[in-house]
């Protein structure tokens, strides 16, 4: 009797969703990192390649492992996704096939953020914080791209949750694992340095109160010294042999102008508070909410100060949970204001993204009282005013402008409408997308032996384009250039040329550009695939050395 009365109460006991979530919590971060997954692949799919990822590839379609190793530093990142496309090519070419392994990666790296978040805090923040990390613009378009970011956010979950784990477990194995993920980290991309340098001094924190066994220690002491050796490679054969603003290069005169400290623009307080708060706003691709998200992460560090030891890692002393929260974007900032490195709401600090995660999701269980649906509800209600009303950065092209049907359409009229008799000339990102698109994705051989330009032949059309020094043209830039190319590849008065434009623009197309500067040239009759797309005819002719009232 005493048991059939039990059974009847528990039967009647009243289903609690805050008790569901809590006892599912592993269930349902799966079917959030399940959907995360399928909105990485719609990202990642129908839209033609940018000019980073078709330079990634081009690097890594080498004819040997040693070719591809030669040309890696021909981009301002470490080597690991040079090599890793190299593998990867053999299994497929196309736009999708190329932005799977980020796709998988970004994939991968929620999973693990949930559990290291887990594992230090509880699911009143690991839920929370998994759902900020899987739908946020920044992070489904960072892992749907043929970029080293994917790799680098992946390796450090795995690096953060490896290290926590070596210490719950006194694990030499864990360990070694959270060197591996270091290692592979730095490999991904630069920021990875400053990844090392926080997780060594958390870890040093946490290795003095915790004195985990001493094989353990020397695990962690042989991948430091590894993790040095690795950064030594990089800066002889790779940084030193980009110049000394390799970090920098022509970017930090355009879009990444504040976010290096300039003592003659910049006030220090001032520089450290907005490129933090930008952070914030390029992690949720929204400014309102970047702000707010901003203001919970020092709430949450505040109150996370506050407490004594965590609920969700037992020893784990509160202060250096804070010191591995805080140091990341400590040691960002410090590298912007010496000029090293960009701080602000770029995709350089996307490796920031995990601990404001972290730090958000902590402030936001607190502002619920622990209330897990609660925090959820605020959670999913915030992401889709991030996906409804999202920030617009430079470089940004319109996934309707970008669509593959555009790039398509551009090939088509190149082999239907112009002679191979017709010269092709294009600035170098252009260049770029036409050696990847016009050359069916095989080893584009250049011809450099004009000085300022390289041309190639694909399908049996030439293409001129120039050097960086014009990643893209505008009215100014082009007529000078133009004027020297004709000379310098022997045309004669009256030759077509083709001149096609296509990628990120930062103003208009050049087309509207040089109608709206000169009368002479309000006769162009430009081709548009989109609005990131065109080509137009431009007889030799047309252009004499200067134009007057030009």
């Known amino acids: 009797m005493p048991s059939r009365t039990i059974a009847t109460e528990n039967k009647r006991a009243p289903f609690s969703s805050e008790g569901w979530v809590r006892s599912h919590a592993d269930l349902l971060a ?74 998988l990666l970004g994939t991968g790296f929620c999973w693990v953020s949930f559990r290291w978040m887990k594992n230090l805090f509880g699911s009143e923040t690991a839920l929370p914080g998994l759902i900020f990390l899987a739908f946020s613009p920044s992070m489904v ?48 991309h630069y920021s990875g340095i400053l990844l090392a340098a926080s997780l060594g001094l958390y870890a040093i924190l ?30 002889f054969h790779y940084i030193t042999k980009l110049g000394s603003t390799a970090l920098q290069g022509w970017m930090g005169d355009t879009y990444l102008h504040n976010s290096y400290f300039d003592p003659h623009r910049h006030h ?12 914030f706003q390029y992690i949720f691709s929204q400014p309102v909410v970047g702000v707010a998200g ?30 591995l929260l805080v140091l990341p974007f400590a040691i960002n900032c410090a590298a912007a204001l010496a000029g090293k490195y960009p701080y602000g709401g770029t995709r350089h600090c996307a490796f920031l993204a995990i601990f404001a995660a972290a730090g958000i999701g902590f402030g936001l269980g607190r502002l ?13 209600l915030t992401m889709a005013a991030c996906g409804l009303f999202p920030a617009r950065r430079l470089p940004y092209i319109a996934r309707a402008d970008q669509s593959q049907t555009h790039m398509h359409q551009l090939m088509e009229f190149i082999q239907q409408k112009i002679p191979s008799s017709d010269l092709i000339f294009t ?46 043209f505008t009215a100014e830039n082009f ?32 087309a509207q550009q040089l109608q709206h500067k000169s009368p002479r040239f309000r006769d162009l009759t430009p081709q548009s695939f989109g609005h990131n797309i065109t080509i137009f005819s431009l007889p030799t002719r047309i252009l004499p050395s200067r134009i007057p009232g030009g």
């Open 30 to 103: 799966l079917t959030i990192v399940g959907a995360g997954l399928l909105i990485r692949l719609k990202a990642a799919s129908g839209t033609f390649l940018n000019y980073d990822e078709a330079l990634h590839f081009s690097l890594a379609n080498q004819i040997s492992w040693r070719l591809a190793y030669q040309v890696s530093p021909g981009t301002s990142h470490p080597p690991l996704l040079i090599f890793l496309l190299h593998a990867w090519r053999a299994l497929g070419t196309s736009g999708c096939m190329l932005r799977l392994p980020s796709v």
């Open 141 to 188: 378009s960072l892992s749907a791209e043929v970029r080293q970011y994917a790799l680098l956010l992946f390796f450090t979950a795995c690096a953060l949750y490896a290290w926590e784990k070596a210490l719950e477990k006194n694990s030499p194995l864990w360990m070694l694992t959270s060197v591996l993920g270091l290692w592979l980290a730095i490999l991904s």
């Open 206 to 235: 946490r290795m003095i109160t915790r004195r985990p066994p001493a094989a353990v220690i020397a695990t962690w002491a042989a991948g430091q010294a590894g993790a040095l050796g690795i950064c030594a490679f990089l800066y």
């Open 268 to 279: 220090v307080v001032i520089f450290i508070i907005t490129r933090t708060v930008s952070v």
């Open 294 to 323: 901003f203001v919970l992460f020092v709430a949450g560090v505040m109150l996370l100060w506050r407490t004594k030891f965590l609920p969700g890692a037992a020893g784990t002393r509160a202060y250096q949970v804070v010191a």
């Open 368 to 380: 619920v009282k622990q209330r897990i649906v609660a925090g959820l509800s605020v959670v999913v």
């Open 427 to 472: 600035d170098e990102q252009g260049g770029m997308l036409l050696g990847h698109y016009l050359c069916e994705q095989r080893p584009v051989s250049l011809d450099r032996s004009v000085a300022g330009y390289s041309s190639f032949v694909c399908d049996g059309h030439r293409v001129v384009q120039t050097r960086v020094k014009e990643f893209y």
């Open 479 to 510: 007529l000078p250039r133009w004027d020297e190319m004709v000379r310098a590849y022997g045309l004669k008065d009256g030759d077509s040329v083709w001149v096609v434009q296509a990628g990120w623009l930062w103003d208009d197309p050049l």
